[in-house]
């Protein structure tokens, strides 16, 4: 990807945000409730129609729709994303304090992922049809089919009240409270991405170029490890940035389980509290996020496939 495309993304990531400001601001703005009201009565305070209307005038709700998203979107660009009434804070500090337990757990639960399901992939491959492949299948058509809530559950009861070794409550700064919530974000991605594996590889090793190099006497490690995995790593390496981004963008299931101080635990309570501002920044963030990772993958294109950089 040269320079003239990588600022051509950017300026159609400028829009696709634009957009999705304009959306996430309808939404907000059509959502029952109102935010002035949402702000006395979570401080336990019970409003007359006099001081809704004062809240409504001091946080600018009384003035046009599209007034109101000028100036949202004016003052998200300074990265003033206003306060949350919930939390009692900016709402540009509460995502910067949940971003990093969340890009840990992302981390962790990635890492994992990789040790386990390219081996597993490879090795099913390698063994079409044998004995091995059909209980890899097998292992991760139940790693697919379990929910993240019902391995969650299962892995509390196990770990932590039958046997005690691993917290119940999960906390950003403890690498104990890090295990169950990356394992249980792991098995479905590692079953998955096993399956992703086992068929790319599949697909390399009847290409033709397998073929010759076998009639050359080139030896099967050296075609594996060094041709067929390579070349599989391309359709991976989209589905790794996709995931990525999802995950950063918020677990919110899995973190909720296990009380997991992340940004999906910090979503939910946005939604539950009607927490408009904190929903808003929430939105644009994980977009933002999202966006910039799939930049990334595109351009590693390059460096994966030499292909890629023959077409320029």
Same mark, same amino acid.
């Given at each position: 990807?040269?320079?003239?495309?990588?600022?051509? *993304?950017?300026?159609?990531?400028?829009?696709?945000?634009?957009?999705?400001?304009?959306?996430?601001?309808?939404?907000?703005?059509?959502?029952?409730?109102?935010?002035?009201?949402?702000?006395?009565?979570?401080?336990?305070?019970?409003?007359?129609?006099?001081?809704?209307?004062?809240?409504?005038?001091?946080?600018?709700?009384? @003035?046009?729709?599209?007034?109101?998203? @000028?100036?949202?979107?004016?003052?998200?660009?300074?990265?003033?994303?206003?306060?949350?009434?919930?939390?009692?804070?900016?709402?540009?500090?509460?995502?910067?304090?949940?971003?990093?337990?969340?890009? @840990?757990?992302?981390?962790?639960?990635?890492?994992?992922?990789?040790?386990?399901?390219? =081996?597993?992939?490879?090795?099913?491959?390698?063994?079409?049809?044998?004995?091995?492949?059909?209980?890899? *299948?097998?292992?991760?058509?139940?790693?697919?089919?379990? =929910?993240?809530?019902?391995?969650?559950?299962?892995?509390?009861?196990?770990?932590?009240?039958?046997?005690?070794?691993?917290?119940?409550?999960?906390?950003?700064?403890?690498?104990?409270?890090?295990?169950? =919530?990356?394992?249980?974000?792991?098995?479905?991605?590692?079953?998955?991405?096993?399956?992703?594996?086992?068929?790319?590889?599949?697909?390399?090793?009847?290409?033709?170029?397998?073929?010759?190099?076998?009639?050359?006497?080139?030896?099967?490690? @050296?075609?594996?490890?060094?041709?067929?995995? =390579?070349?599989?790593?391309?359709?991976?390496?989209?589905?790794?940035?996709?995931?990525?981004?999802?995950?950063?963008?918020?677990?919110?299931?899995?973190?909720?389980?296990?009380?997991?101080?992340?940004?999906?635990?910090?979503?939910?309570?946005?939604?539950?509290?009607?927490?408009?501002?904190?929903?808003?920044?929430?939105?644009?963030?994980?977009?933002?996020?999202?966006?910039?990772?799939?930049?990334?993958?595109?351009?590693?294109?390059?460096?994966?496939?030499? *292909?890629? *950089?023959?077409?320029?």
């Amino acid at each position: 990807m040269n320079k003239n495309a990588i600022i051509s *993304r950017l300026l159609q990531m400028v829009i696709v945000l634009i957009g999705i400001s304009f959306l996430t601001f309808l939404l907000t703005y059509l959502s029952p409730g109102d935010p002035a009201r949402n702000i006395f009565t979570h401080a336990g305070v019970m409003p007359s129609s006099e001081m809704i209307e004062e809240m409504r005038k001091t946080l600018g709700l009384d @003035k046009p729709f599209f007034t109101q998203y @000028k100036d949202w979107l004016f003052n998200c660009l300074q990265g003033n994303f206003g306060d949350s009434f919930m939390l009692q804070k900016p709402v540009k500090d509460l995502l910067l304090e949940r971003l990093w337990p969340t890009l @840990k757990l992302t981390l962790a639960s990635t890492v994992l992922m990789l040790l386990f399901s390219v =081996p597993l992939g490879v090795i099913s491959a390698v063994n079409h049809n044998k004995p091995i492949d059909y209980f890899v *299948r097998m292992i991760t058509f139940f790693g697919v089919s379990i =929910p993240n809530f019902w391995l969650g559950l299962m892995l509390i009861l196990i770990f932590c009240v039958k046997l005690g070794l691993l917290p119940v409550v999960s906390s950003a700064g403890d690498f104990k409270s890090l295990i169950l =919530p990356a394992v249980t974000l792991a098995v479905a991605m590692t079953a998955k991405y096993t399956r992703q594996v086992r068929t790319a590889v599949l697909e390399e090793l009847h290409s033709d170029y397998v073929i010759g190099a076998r009639a050359r006497g080139v030896s099967e490690n @050296k075609i594996l490890w060094g041709n067929v995995l =390579p070349n599989s790593l391309l359709p991976l390496i989209t589905m790794l940035g996709l995931s990525i981004g999802s995950l950063l963008g918020g677990t919110s299931v899995v973190e909720i389980i296990y009380s997991y101080p992340g940004l999906g635990n910090l979503a939910v309570s946005a939604i539950m509290s009607a927490d408009y501002f904190l929903l808003q920044g929430y939105v644009l963030w994980v977009s933002v996020i999202y966006m910039l990772i799939n930049l990334v993958v595109d351009i590693s294109y390059n460096y994966v496939d030499p *292909r890629m *950089r023959l077409r320029r």
